[in-house]
């Protein structure tokens, strides 16, 4: 049972980026088990969209964390 559901979507300039921001963390997202929570991770023109549920707010957290750092650490790649 996952009690906590959300969707969140980061809205990026242009599609182009939207593109590599999500390839560049869809790797972590194939490869990283979750017991906790599940999660539903796509793009969606130029958004980047992650819908998730958790068992608790301690799963949420830790998930969460996760992906937004992941997406910062591409963005910031990007920008260099």
Do not use: C
Request: charged fraction near 30%; hydrophobic fraction near 40%; aromatic fraction near 12%.
């Amino acid at each position: 049972m996952y009690p906590i559901e959300g969707y969140l979507e980061i809205a990026f300039p242009d599609e182009e980026t939207a593109r590599i921001i999500y390839e560049s963390v869809l790797y972590e997202h194939k490869t990283v088990p979750y017991r906790r929570s599940r999660i539903e991770f796509m793009r969606e023109g130029r958004k980047v969209v992650i819908q998730f549920l958790a068992r608790d707010s301690s799963a949420l957290r830790g998930t969460l964390n996760s992906y937004l750092r992941w997406i910062k650490v591409a963005a910031d790649a990007l920008d260099l």
